[in-house]
Structures are given as structure tokens and as C-alpha cells.
DNA sequence: GGGCTATAGGAAACCGGTGTCATACGCAAA
DNA sequence: TTTGCGTATGACACCGGTTTCCTATAGCCC
């Protein structure tokens, strides 16, 4: 037995007497098969250790099973949450996961892009977000015959491409929990302009002001860039504001652990003096301090959810494509001023 | 011109007048062929939008392009910095990464990497600690044809497989310009046991305060499992030794941080009364308060080293295979008494 | 027993590339 | 002029699967 020759389709018709054809009709299950003949064959699969060659499969059947994740997202926990969610899905099946970090800025993103999928004949792609929120891109991905699922933080496309979670309830939802709290001066750091993300949790926090009946004041809120500095940025204009806010929420974790280097640099006590709420709830939150009330994206059944909207068309549309986040309750919340 | 049907060889061949291997001696670049004749069948391509067929290529050469990434690493930075890496080498070439996360405790690790390997018929697979350093599935990588680098702590293996960075070194130097500041009672946090990376960090621990003529206390050093809250189960142990450590070295950021909660509840002030150095530069490191200092492990060189041993497996030797990571200094480190 | 249908399985072409080998040609040497 | 050789190109088989179409056999009916 040689070492370096893998068996092929031939060897495994040649050993149990039969032709190619019926060894294809094993693999595929072929109802129409004879059980004594399909059960010879299997014996000298197994025996061999035959497996199909998927290159050639490809070939023949004029489809691949390479799906790929395109992704210029800058949280390393979220990307890899959306890997193993894929992975999750894709686990037993004959596909793989071919990944292909971007740079958003490039200036030759689209056509980097196209000659990714059409180079690797990719089956589908799925696209994170900011990048998948590009909807020439989108564009692009359909006109070379790929299918593709979104995953963003809104409604970007119809539901049988689309996976999105609900940012815009979840930080109503965690206004609303500060107000209930007690706290009447919230401040609110943006994520950036042209962001649907940050779009819709700026939302969310304006629907959750209104809602408990408090007005947005105009002082509280500042636009960050979802980075660590950004926040702190955001935090020293908040913070030297007069009066100043009891509670912020921060768009993203990074962003609200900038704003804690601000207060500390203050001397002002988290949660006593100030109670922060972030969004993501990346590593980072359960490990500053204090440890960080957050809102946590359902990541990794999202992104299984969209590969399986990839590899199973039909299905798509009965697929979950809404995901509610739910906020982690840690220590950097409390009611105002019980020092 | 049919939209999802994309141009083959033949078309080329057949529109520029010359046959399907004289195509591929274009597209493969040989050097037997006329000037006049390339470019008229490059035009053809240029104007098709040509681009082969990746599998059929991959069946006809009976080798295919992609590499595997296998790895179970907690990381999620290293994990991106290693894709990203690897993208810069592989680029502009035809291979593609198709990622594998995995669970170090599967009962069935082995047969589902194998299965792996051997379903897409991967070109080669790199490895990521701390699955690298299982020796038996580097024999099944092999035995499956399949060309192997490893990324790790230590040597494990040949220049041609293997990229590692020196932490030993790296330790042994923060060590000693931990007791150049002044330094004489220096805590240790290790790594889980059976780890290669843990075993070097504390060798280089060891080595370090031994060169500055300081004996190691086995009430200073204490195992963790490189998680937060063995960081910070470990703090607990180390701050309430008395004398306490003024500084305290952990074999990584996560741990570190934990550290930092348990000096913090007992109101010791980082860094003026505890000195903390961690190790891998992840994000956490510079947005906890005080950022930490901490050794950087350069994880998108190695990473790029990596690919490039494994898709040229000539120049592989010549290629460096050990990198010097590091240290990062930040604010968590001061001589000690420097309130 | 002849004709019909259903079922199991095979032969050959095909998918889109590459390798091997043959061939046509031009030109220098004999 | 013939031989010889290097160069540029083509014909054809092949990689390992799938598909199409066809055949062989068995069972059934009249």
C-alpha cells in the first residue's frame, strides 16, 4: 500500500467488482441501490479508507463547498464567536470555512474582494458587519452567482439573506433599567457616523430616554469612534460636564473602558458616582474594574444560524434571522448616589 | 454572454485561435511561447474575465491550495493576529486559509482532525499552541501527506516546521530590569502544567532572578491556569504572603488582570506599592488601569513566517524561525517604595 | 412462451484544467 | 541538399468524480 497515493473512486470499483457509477451511488445514497451490492461496497471503503476527493467533486458538479467569511471587524472575540459559530453548523457537513480578513480603507477592496470569491469559486459568503452594511459589496457578491448572508445590527435585506441582532431594543431596554434606577442625567458616548450599529443603538438610547419620560440633552452625548481612546476622549468632555451625568452608556466595551480610565483619572468612584453600561460584552468587560454591566450580542447561534441560511437555500427563510442581546448585569452599575 | 456561466479554457482557446494547453502555458507562464501569441491570448483573457478554475487545476496537479489553520488558543488575539499574518503571505498568491477551531478535550480530536485533513485534502496545515505541541497529531498531519508547521514557545521540532518565539529570553530580560529597578521580592504566576509555553516562561523566571543574584521563594510562586480567575485566585495567595512581593510577574495578561482585582480589593496601589509585568500584549493589556506592561510576542511576523515555510517548502530552512519577543512598558511597573 | 415493465448496474462522455509526446518550422552545420 | 537541432505549438490522455443513456435480468401478465 502505498504511502502518498490516496485510493481512489477506481480502486474502491476495482476491489468490490463493480463499476465508478455504483461506488458514486454508495457515497450519494442512491436509493436505488441493491443492499447486498451497497453493503460490499462500503466494506471496501471502510477497508480503504476511501475517501471522495472533494476537488473533483467540485469539478463535476460544478459547485464547490468553500464558504467564505469576509470581515474587516476589529473585535477579535467577535470574529472568532462568528467562527465557531459557523464551524458549529458546517461541523458535519462536506464544507469548509475559508476566512479572508479585509481592510476597509483599502482602495482596492471591491476588486481584492471579487477576485477572492472568483478565484476560490467560493459556494457563499457570509459578510460581518461594518463590512457586510456595504451594499455595493453585496452587489458585487451576487453578481458573481455567490450567495451571501449579512450578519449586521438591523434589518439590511430580505430575511432569507440576513441575519441581525436587535441593538436598537436591547439599549432601550438597559435606558430603561437605569432610569428605573434612579438616574435622571444619562450620558451616551455614539459609536461612529455611517455606522448602522452605531446608528441604531443611538437610537435605542433615544427611544429609551423618551420612554422614561427624560429629555436628551445635548451636553451627555458625545460620538466616539468605537476605540479605546476615542472613549477616553468622550469621557473627559462627559465628566468635566456641569452637573454631570450619574450613568453613561457606552456604544461599545472599549469605548466605556476608556471612559473609566477618564473617571478614575477624576477620582470619581465606579459604580458609586458613576454607573457605565457597555456594549459587546467582549473579554475586556468581564476583566476591568470593576467588571462591566454590558450587552451581550447572541454571536455564536447567530452565526450559526447564517451558515445555515447559506448552506441550505430552502431553508433560509424558516431560519431565525432576529436576535434579541440581553444585558449582563456586572458590578459598574448602581443606583445613584448610594456612596 | 451567460451570467452564470463563466468562461472556461476552451473558450479562450477557441476565441484565440490556439489550443487549451497553449492557454495554459500563458496562464502558467512558460517560457517557450512566442511574444505575439501571449498577448493575443492574454487580451482574450483580460477581455473574458478569465479567471482557472482553482479545482480543476487542483485535480489535474493532484495537489491542491489550501492550508489548514488548526487551533484551540483561548486568544482570540493571537488568533486573528495569526490569520492575519498568514493573509499577508498567501495574499497575492493562489492559496486560501480555511480556519478549524477545535476542543483540546474532544474525546475524538484526533479522527476529526484527520477527517479533516483528509476530506478537503489540504496542501498543509500550521498549527497554533497550545495544540502544536501534541506530538501525535503532528504524526498524523504527516502521514496524511500533509506538510506541517508548528507556532510555539520552544523548539519542537526542525527549522522547516517550526516558528517559535524565545519567551525564555524574554522573560529572563523583564526579570532583570525588574530587579535593575530595584526589585528583591518577585512574585510568579506560571502557566497551567504540560504546557511548553508555561514550562519557558518559568524557566526563563528562573534563570532571570538567578542572574541577578536573587533566590527563588516558593511562596512567591504560584500555578494558574492562564485564566482571569486564576490570575486572581493566585493574587490572593501572593498578596497576603507576608513580606508581600513588590512586583509580581504573570505568564499573561489575563491572569495579570486578575491579579490587579485582588491587589485592588486589598487596597494595594499598582504600581506604587506592586509592580505587575504580564505577557502577550493582548487588547486588555493596555485598557485596564494601569495599562499593563507586558511582553509582546510578535504574532503576525511568526505568522507570516509560518505560511511562507509552508507554501515554499525550499526556502523554508533560510527562513527565520525564532523571534525575540519584546517588552512593552506601561504604567503597572515602578521601583519599588516609589510612593 | 412472448411481450412488457421495473430494477440494478455498466459504458462512455464530461467537468476544466495539466502532462506527455509528437509535429511543424526555421536555421545552422555537414 | 540533407541532416540535425532547438523552438513553438497541438493532439490526446488523464486527474477523480458525476451524469446521461443504455443494457441485462427478473417478474408479471395474457
Not at 48 to 76: C, K, S
Not at 195 to 207: L, T
Not at 301 to 319: Q, Y
Request: proline residues 6%; contains cysteine.
Amino acid at each position: 500500500m502505498k504511502r502518498d497515493a490516496k485510493p481512489t473512486i477506481n480502486d474502491v470499483a476495482r476491489l468490490s467488482g463493480v463499476s465508478k457509477k455504483t461506488v458514486s451511488r454508495v457515497i450519494n445514497k442512491s436509493p436505488l441501490l441493491n443492499q447486498t451490492t451497497r453493503e460490499k461496497v462500503e466494506a471496501v471503503i471502510a477497508d480503504l479508507g476511501y475517501v471522495p476527493n472533494p476537488q473533483a467533486r467540485a469539478l463535476a458538479l460544478r459547485r464547490n463547498f468553500l464558504i467564505g467569511l469576509i470581515h474587516d471587524n476589529p473585535n477579535a472575540q467577535m470574529v472568532l464567536g462568528v467562527q465557531e459559530g459557523i464551524l458549529q453548523t458546517i461541523r458535519d457537513t462536506e464544507f469548509a470555512l475559508v476566512v479572508r480578513p479585509v481592510d476597509r480603507h483599502s482602495p482596492t477592496l471591491m476588486e481584492d474582494i471579487r477576485h477572492f470569491i472568483e478565484q476560490q469559486r467560493l459556494y457563499g459568503v457570509l459578510l460581518l458587519p461594518p463590512i457586510s452594511e456595504n451594499d455595493g459589496l453585496a452587489e458585487v457578491c451576487r453578481d458573481l452567482g455567490c450567495t451571501l448572508v449579512r450578519m449586521g445590527s438591523a434589518r439590511l435585506d430580505d430575511d432569507a439573506h440576513l441575519v441581525a441582532s436587535n441593538d436598537r431594543q436591547a439599549v432601550r431596554e438597559a435606558v430603561a433599567w437605569l432610569a428605573g434606577l434612579g438616574h435622571k442625567r444619562i450620558g451616551f458616548i455614539a459609536g461612529p457616523a455611517g455606522f448602522r450599529s452605531a446608528f441604531e443603538r443611538e437610537q435605542g438610547f433615544i427611544e429609551g430616554l423618551a420612554e422614561a419620560g427624560l429629555a436628551p440633552d445635548a451636553a451627555l452625548a458625545v460620538r466616539g469612534d468605537y476605540k479605546f481612546e476615542s472613549g477616553y476622549e468622550a469621557g473627559q468632555r462627559l465628566l468635566d460636564a456641569s452637573p454631570r451625568p450619574t450613568a453613561v452608556f457606552s456604544s461599545n466595551d472599549e469605548m466605556a473602558a476608556g471612559l473609566l480610565h477618564a473617571a478614575r483619572e477624576r477620582g470619581i468612584d465606579v459604580p458609586t458616582q458613576l454607573s457605565i453600561i457597555g456594549f459587546d460584552d467582549t473579554a475586556i468587560a468581564a476583566h476591568i474594574w470593576p467588571p462591566l454591566t454590558t450587552v451581550r450580542w447572541p454571536i455564536v447561534p447567530m452565526a450559526a444560524a447564517a451558515a445555515h441560511k447559506l448552506i441550505d437555500p430552502e431553508g433560509a427563510f424558516t431560519r431565525q434571522s432576529l436576535f434579541l442581546s440581553d444585558l449582563v448585569r456586572r458590578a459598574s452599575v448602581t443606583a445613584p448616589g448610594s456612596s
